[in-house]
T-cell receptor, first 116, second 115 residues
């Protein structure tokens, strides 16, 4: 079975631009989470979506937004890019049973974003 | 707030020797704890998790971890390390008491296994 897939793998943008990152979860998984991993740090939680509804949001500015589609794939959008947004953006999927705190999140390979 | 600490930035061991990667946690309720490994230019791979029950959890690739509630620790171990175990290891925690689905990660520990 295919794992979590993300596109693109790499991206270069300039300050002020907008970017859209895409994620396809493991087949049968209904929940998608997004994380930002800055070089030398652990991943930081951005969003979680379940059944197209936002279920959690991390401490990120409103420039960051996301959505989940009926096929459970997801997009992460970042507006007005800053140099500090340069990072590896990870998508993770889980089965998404409502209220299940025990679920394992399975991560994709990430999209590496460089903002110049 | 939930958090984890990985007190060692780097761990160096010889192949065949035991490997231990340390993790301590802070949560309000009972923790759900996870270990992930990241190879260069790759995403995170799940190794194991502790939810409840037996304090010794066995996972992928010969790794295991011991949950210690009194010391609030969840150290990752492997009895005999391989060169291929060289990677970046992350401990993560989820606190269901917070009604929050997010995983909080430590800063990571770089493991180098020398031949």
């Amino acid at each position: 079975d295919a794992g979590v897939t993300q596109s693109p793998t790499h991206l270069i943008k300039t300050r002020g631009q907008h970017v859209t990152l895409r994620c396809s979860p493991i087949s049968g998984h209904k929940s998608v989470s997004w994380y930002q991993q800055v070089l030398g740090q652990g991943p930081q939680f951005i969003f979680q979506y379940y059944e197209k509804e936002e279920r959690g949001r991390g401490n990120f500015p409103d420039r960051f937004s996301a959505r989940q589609f009926p096929n459970y794939s997801s997009e992460l959008n970042v507006n007005a890019l800053l140099l500090g947004d340069s990072a590896l953006y990870l998508c993770a999927s889980s089965v998404g049973t409502s209220g299940s705190w025990m679920e394992t999140q399975y991560f994709g390979p990430g999209t590496r974003l460089l903002v110049l | 707030a939930q958090s984890v600490a990985q007190p060692e930035d780097q761990v160096n061991v010889a192949e065949g020797n035991p490997l231990t990667v340390k993790c301590t946690y802070s949560v309000s309720g009972n923790p759900y704890l996870f270990w992930y490994v990241q190879y260069p230019n790759r995403g995170l791979q799940f190794l194991l998790k502790y939810i409840t029950g037996d304090n010794l959890v066995k996972g992928s690739y010969g790794f295991e971890a011991e949950f210690n509630k009194s010391q609030t620790s969840f150290h990752l171990k492997k009895p005999s390390a391989l060169v291929s175990d060289s990677a970046l290891y992350f401990c993560a925690v989820r606190d269901p008491f917070l009604n929050d689905y997010k995983l909080s990660f430590g800063a990571g520990t770089t493991v180098t296994v020398r031949a």
